[in-house]
């Protein structure tokens, strides 16, 4: 009887002993798991806007490439605001439908003042998004309304695809906002036409998206086509525009959220062909050609020639110029002819603000 009851002991001992071993072993494998799978993952509220609803969790070995990605996938899950989400605001006073000025800048804005001067008194009906391709950057004073816009950038190459990433990455930036419901491209050399209640009303009221997207037959245009893009992108596909676009909450997201084509813009869209004035028009035309009233909003002088636009300086700038600018064409808007065609203007260096201050009854005041 003994012995059976030492066997037994020993026997439950042996037992004990190998479900503590493998007990332990899950704990070193499972506290492996962990250090290996989320000690890279840190939480950072300003790995992507701000300001965004809630942090996101980034991998600190990621590429470029995947922080992009994940951003535009989480962006692209973003519902537009429901009266519900309004009230969790504090109430409807806080869901005004608003529109993404996006800002897309070499350094610094110089002609921030009056910019500031636009948005004043508008609060609830915009947000800014800026990309600087620079490190050089100044945070602008908190008492304007871009001190703490910018977004995690990247080094901006001209003609490169890295402009179109950066355009991709104020979008989905903005995405973020359920609020935004139109997205402005702009940059620093920009100035609005109209007063805010204008523009705002504009584009809000719009039933369409504003791309511009025309098939140039001449070698600056089709001549800038590779056959490698065939089948995916034919030549009858081919598209050329303006960077300068601005788009309504759904073409927002199909624009980030495509993989398809934006590959092979990357491989096979290279200098003398840019990325910027293709992948946009491009794509809409092919996808989403309903959407689109086929101009841009932002008037640029081209009549120089040239690979870049006229550059207006402190010279140039009378109420004649902006009188010019607004009045100098018509279109169409919502179905009916409009003499309202441009609500932007680019491009004006830093000297041009002071006359664009005096001119602030001109500009902004109707």
């Not at 070499?106 to 948005?119: A, S, V």
């Not at 600018?325 to 203007?345: D, E, P, Q, T």
Request: net charge positive; charged share 20%; hydrophobic share 35%.
């Amino acid at each position: 009887m003994a012995k059976d009851e030492s066997k037994t002991f020993c026997t439950s001992n042996v037992l004990l002993y190998f479900f503590f071993t493998l007990f332990l072993l899950l704990i070193t494998i499972c506290t492996s798991l962990t250090l290996h799978l989320f000690r890279p993952f840190v939480i950072l509220n300003h790995l992507y806007f701000p300001n965004a609803i809630t942090p996101y969790i980034y991998n600190v070995n990621c590429t470029d490439k995947d922080v992009d990605e994940a951003l535009f996938q989480r962006a692209t899950s973003v519902t537009v605001a429901t009266d519900d989400y309004c009230r969790k605001k504090k109430g409807m006073l806080n869901c005004h439908n608003k529109v993404a000025f996006m800002f897309m800048t070499k350094g610094k804005i110089p002609l921030l003042p009056l910019w500031d001067r636009f948005f004043e008194g508008h609060k609830r009906k915009f947000s800014i998004y800026v990309h600087v391709s620079s490190e050089t950057y100044e945070e602008p004073h908190d008492s304007s309304v871009f001190h703490g816009r910018r977004i995690p950038s990247k080094p901006v190459e001209w003609g490169k695809p890295s402009m179109v990433d950066a355009e991709r990455r104020l979008l989905a930036n903005a995405l973020l906002d359920p609020l935004n419901q139109r997205f402005v491209l702009l940059s620093e050399s920009c100035i609005p036409l109209y007063s805010f209640s204008i523009i705002y009303d504009y584009l809000i009221q719009s039933n369409l998206s504003f791309i511009g997207s025309f098939d140039d037959p001449k070698k600056s245009g089709r001549g800038r086509y590779n056959h490698k893009m065939s089948p995916t992108i034919s030549l009858a596909d081919w598209r050329k525009g303006s960077q300068w676009f601005e788009v309504h909450r759904e073409l927002a997201n199909v624009i980030i959220s495509d993989w398809r084509y934006y590959p092979l813009f990357v491989e096979y869209c290279q200098p003398p062909c840019y990325m910027d004035e293709h992948y946009i028009p491009t794509l809409i035309t092919k996808l989403h050609p309903s959407f689109n009233e086929n101009r841009s909003l932002t008037w640029t002088n081209w009549s120089k020639g040239g690979s870049h636009p006229a550059m207006f300086r402190r010279r140039d700038v009378s109420a004649q110029l902006i009188e010019g600018i607004r009045r100098g064409k018509h279109c169409m808007y919502n179905g009916r002819n409009s003499s309202v065609c441009f609500l932007f203007a680019r491009k004006f260096d830093a000297s041009s603000l002071e006359p664009l201050m005096h001119l602030v009854p001109v500009l902004l005041e109707h």
